[in-house]
């Protein structure tokens, strides 16, 4: 502790870094929320589930962190008292699972969201979803068994056992971050054959692959969470409140962001219904479009009775009724809606 100045304080940074992050995060599922309610073409699935149920886990982690704070965090621990230190593994301990289960649930929205987008249209791309489903799945029961049963005794990761033995938390670290990595490069790059494709114009689809793209800043919070990891090594047991903080700016970081990611696409799709039938009718909901529907113009078409479903994947920045494939047609009566908004 000869060469540290026990001065140091990076609690102010470690506390606006966090309150952004969780802005950031609890914002956009609001506004994802909001844009699903007020969709008539749209009911609560699956992706929205998911990504909703993420928030809780990464405002619960984030809640560890600001008691950290108040205990330490930040400061050398020199500077800490024994009985705040203790708390150390305890908070560290928890926030593991909740960081971990925040980090996973925003995937399996987006695996959701491809899945309500492309469906079966291609059972390439069905079978790679629930691929990637199943890894996503096995990292989580993964992480959890690594942080239940990481010393011998158990008890000994969350505080001092004489005698016990546990696996270096660093290598943990590094073996979780790298695999969660590579799961979220396979995730982002699934789409991008069936984007090609995609029934829109150049433009739509180069903005579509851009929202898709703005994935990888996730990945770029993996990376620079590992690299982290790899340079502190040994060190993120040593000195723990005050080694552990750029390590922690990285996870409030990759937390947030994959919940913003995973909101992207629904949010750039609310923001051109916004442009289209204006703030009221949002505002006002599915009410509002529903109104407008009085004055809606209805098409039938008659196809015959071996006509499928179109087959594809629709632009999901396309109008209200392109979010969703057709549906089976009914006694060979496929009914399109054409809403007319003044």
Known sequence: MADVDLNDNAQGGLWAISVIMLVIATVSVIIRTWAVLSDPSRRFGLDDLFVTLSLPFYA??????????????????????????????????????????????PKFSVLFFYHRIFGKSHQWFYNLIWVAASLNLAWLITTYFCAAFQCDPPKAAWTAVPGAKCIPIGRIYVGTSVVSTIIDLV???????????????????????????????????????????????AGLTQDITWSDVTYIKWVQCEGALSIASACLPNIMSFGRRLKQHGVRAAVRGKSAYASQGASARHDFRKIGPSTTEESGPKDPYGSDEELRVLTAPQHGIVQTRTFQVS
């Not at 008292?81 to 301990?93: C, H, M, N, R, Y």
């Not at 689809?205 to 790899?230: K, N």
Request: hydrophobic fraction near 55%; proline fraction near 2%.
């Open 60 to 105: 619960g982690e984030t809640a560890m962190v600001f008691w950290w704070i108040k205990l330490g965090l930040g400061r050398h621990e020199a500077t800490i008292s024994l009985d705040d230190l203790a708390q150390a593994g305890k908070i560290v301990f928890a926030s593991g699972f909740l960081f971990n289960t925040g980090l996973v649930l």
């Open 187 to 233: 995730i982002i790059l699934m789409p991008v054959p069936m984007l090609v494709g995609l029934q829109a114009t150049k433009t739509r689809r180069a903005l579509v692959l851009i929202v898709f793209l703005c994935g990888y800043c996730v990945i770029v919070t993996s990376l620079g969470r590992l690299v982290t990891v790899a340079k502190v090594g």
